[in-house]
């Protein structure tokens, strides 16, 4: 049997039962109550695997204990409990929190218990004015399911604890010693996120727990996190050569930057129109892959012209893309070097424009928008808005890139559809009416001119550059 009194800690490998083990480490035997998906507890305790959610699974977590450790237990902090961060109804407060809870104080019932700690949350009391206070005598008032699963719990321990002492613990914000904590992301996104925007939700939290976002076989953000890594050292390998000397990097380089901003722009398509909030980080990561591509294009166009060229003087096409090579005539560029900030910057604006056509179609695009939150508009208008708006921001933007300038012409289509939109879709109402049929009549005269051309020249290319 134990030579220490007996701690159970349920949640053992979260924030807080992390740390609490850590503390009591060499004062107790710790015994940590975890998933077996989640990770482990620190080592100082030992790790029993259970499932709240299991009869079967709780009893044999108790079994562990009784022939290992005996039947007196000085104390069991529960802090095993379900939380979702998008704030929605789920039965898996009911199952875990309240039911998962239940469980464990009739097993319990067989052991010797000096001492039962239940984590619950300031949240369960009514909100007060700022400088206010809230004390045990505060009105009950939870306002989302995660509070009210905690008021259920409370009340079932109060009848079914038996003779065990018990402590209601009800905490609020939990720091460690470098002021960190478990849900200060979340506090900050909560704080941040616009309410105009996402109808008094918050937008981060409902998109990363959205269907959508569940689809990926892999979290979407650690996925972008990786392809942003890689384009910024792609991005920064060899020099303004690189477009023949280093075709197979391009290649890759393109690969990276341009379907990855198209499903930057895909995202935030659908996001009030599947999913019918923002989010903020998620438009500026967006924003940031766009804005990259018209950068990228005109060297993937001297790389593919390149590639011809070497094919047709009867080069082997993979021995150039892999080992790169010079054209015929050609002289040396002695200042193709990218060793500072300036020179990087400096390669990389030639062949990009700024037309004020195209700034003011970005700017007519973003208006689109927000013509829902401008006029009130409502479904399946407000979604075409959305749509058509965002298209035509994406569209100029790459636009700017000289070698993509034609691309301009398709926001012609989008400029036809706007005008006849308010007489084939409902929702709209007059004043979004007459702002969408203006829109379109500016944004096909605003395609038309070609814009000033920089003074450079891209071969056979140019011919398509009008």
Not at 132 to 160: C, F, H, M, N
Not at 174 to 195: G, M, P, T, W
Not at 346 to 356: D, E, K, Q, R
Request: hydrophobic share 50%.
């Amino acid at each position: 049997m134990a030579e220490r009194d007996v701690v159970v800690i349920t949640g053992s490998s979260g924030f807080i039962g992390s740390a609490l083990i850590n503390k009591f480490a060499g004062k107790f035997s710790l015994i940590g109550f975890d998933r077996m998906a989640s990770h482990a507890p620190p080592p100082a305790a030992e790790c029993v695997c259970i499932d709240l959610t299991s009869e079967q699974g709780v009893k044999g977590a108790f079994e562990r204990i009784r022939i290992a450790y005996g039947y007196r237990i000085a104390s069991v902090i529960h802090l095993a409990a379900y939380y979702d961060l998008s704030g929605e109804p789920s039965p898996l407060y009911e199952q875990i929190t309240v039911r998962g809870t239940e469980r464990l104080l009739q097993h319990l019932q067989e052991f010797t218990v000096e001492q039962f700690i239940f984590t619950s949350t300031m949240l369960v009391h009514a909100p007060v004015e700022p400088g206010q206070r809230i004390s045990e005598d505060s009105p009950i008032e939870p306002g989302w399911p995660y509070p009210l699963s905690k008021v259920e719990t409370e009340a079932l321990i109060r009848k079914q604890h038996g003779d065990m002492p018990v402590v209601l613990l009800r905490l609020a914000g939990v720091y460690d010693d470098k002021c960190r904590n478990a849900f200060l992301s979340q506090q900050i996104a909560r704080i941040h996120e616009r309410q105009i925007l996402t109808g008094g939700r918050n937008g981060t939290e409902t998109i990363i727990t959205s269907a959508v976002s569940k689809a990926w076989p892999i979290p979407d953000g650690g996925l972008g996190a990786v392809a942003y890594v890689l384009e910024i050292l792609m991005g920064a390998m060899g020099d303004k050569r690189r477009w023949r000397t280093m075709p197979w990097m391009v290649t890759f380089f393109g690969i990276l930057v341009v379907p990855l901003g198209v499903v930057s722009i895909y995202f935030i398509i659908i996001q009030p129109i599947v999913i019918g909030t923002w989010c903020t980080l998620c438009l500026l990561a967006a924003l940031a892959m766009l804005i990259m591509i018209p950068f990228a294009l005109d060297e993937l166009v001297a790389m593919g012209q390149f590639l011809v060229w070497s094919r047709r003087a009867g080069k082997s096409l993979l021995r150039i893309f892999f080992m790169g090579g010079s054209l015929p005539g050609g002289k040396e560029d002695k200042d193709a070097d990218l060793g500072s900030v300036r020179s990087t910057m400096t390669a990389m604006l030639p062949g990009v424009t700024l037309p004020w056509t195209l700034v003011a179609s970005v700017i007519l695009g973003i208006w689109l928008m927000f013509t829902r939150l401008a006029f009130g508009t409502t479904r399946p208008m407000a979604d075409s808005d959305h749509l058509v708006g965002a298209l035509v921001v994406t569209t100029a933007i790459i636009a700017m890139a000289e070698v993509a300038r034609p691309l301009r012409f398709i926001n012609m289509l989008f400029g036809a559809w706007l005008v006849l939109a308010p007489w084939l879709l409902d929702g709209a109402p007059p004043m979004a009416h007459w702002s969408d049929a203006v829109s379109g009549i500016a944004l096909i005269g605003l395609t038309l001119p070609r814009g000033v051309r920089s003074r450079h020249h891209y071969a056979s290319w140019d011919r398509f550059v009008v």
